[in-house]
T-cell receptor, first 112, second 116 residues
Framework: GENVEQHPSTLSVQEGDSAVIKCTYS??????FPWYKQELGKRPQLIID?????GEKKDQRIAVTLNKTAKHFSLHITETQPEDSAVYFC???????????FGTGTRLTIIP | DTEVTQTPKHLVMGMTNKKSLKCEQH?????MYWYKQKAKKPPELMFV???????INESVPSRFSPECPNSSLLNLHLHALQPEDSALYLC???????????????FGPGTRLTVL
């Protein structure tokens, strides 16, 4: 089955700087890669996703890149703000697969 | 309505109690999911329903019993739980199952369950 590794487990960034979180996956058939943000006590919220037919997707300060050859994908947050502090989970789903496999999460702290 | 809702928000139950968690969505989604999330861990899939039929059971103990009465509702019946079952129980929905594109999965706010 699919295995998703996520690094780092914790990340502290000065406000205004950029943050990068990286994930690798094992199943080369995976074709959908969402990122979820979960604030303390709240639901995981889908913030951006990417499909295997594109290499990069951007939405304002958030971008995701995908390298299918290396089987890794990354979340980039620019101009970080205190409200970006949360736990971020990457996930992967294979073609014809009904399940999302989640990474172990990254706790991002933005230092004012 | 573009949300998944869950009730109750919090639930405390004894090991001999029977209780139910409820999930509702009115987005026309035909796939619905139950996840369990422990502190500082990712969501862990328990059950998946597709078109009101159970599609996936991730070897969940029988003290958890899912039910999908219609396309908008998903229940999780709880009986004889253990303290280690205390967790955040999340419901999610997506337009359909499978790896097709534009099949985003959206989570409800969860039910915080404590088993005494």
């Amino acid at each position: 089955g699919e295995n998703v590794e996520q690094h780092p487990s914790t990340l502290s960034v000065q406000e205004g700087d950029s943050a990068v979180i990286k994930c690798t996956y094992s199943d080369s058939a995976s074709n959908y890669f969402p990122w979820y943000k979960q604030e303390l006590g709240k639901r995981p919220q889908l913030i951006i996703d990417i499909r295997s037919n594109v290499g990069e997707k951007k939405d304002q300060r958030i971008a995701v890149t995908l390298n299918k050859t290396a089987k890794h994908f990354s979340l980039h947050i620019t101009e970080t703000q205190p409200e970006d502090s949360a736990v971020y989970f990457c996930a992967a789903r294979g073609s014809g697969n009904e399940k999302l496999t989640f990474g172990t999460g990254t706790r991002l702290t933005i230092i004012p | 309505d573009t949300e998944v809702t869950q009730t109750p928000k919090h639930l405390v139950m004894g090991m001999t109690n029977k209780k139910s968690l409820k999930c509702e969505q009115h987005m026309g989604h035909r796939a619905m999911y139950w996840y369990k999330q422990k502190a500082k861990k990712p969501p862990e899939l328990m059950f998946v329903y597709s078109y009101e039929k159970l599609s996936i059971n991730e070897s969940v103990p029988s003290r958890f019993s899912p039910e999908c009465p219609n396309s908008s509702l998903l229940n999780l019946h709880l009986h004889a739980l253990q303290p280690e079952d205390s967790a955040l129980y999340l419901c999610a929905s997506s337009p359909r199952l499978g790896g097709s594109t534009y099949n985003e999965q959206f989570f409800g706010p969860g039910t915080r369950l404590t088993v005494l």
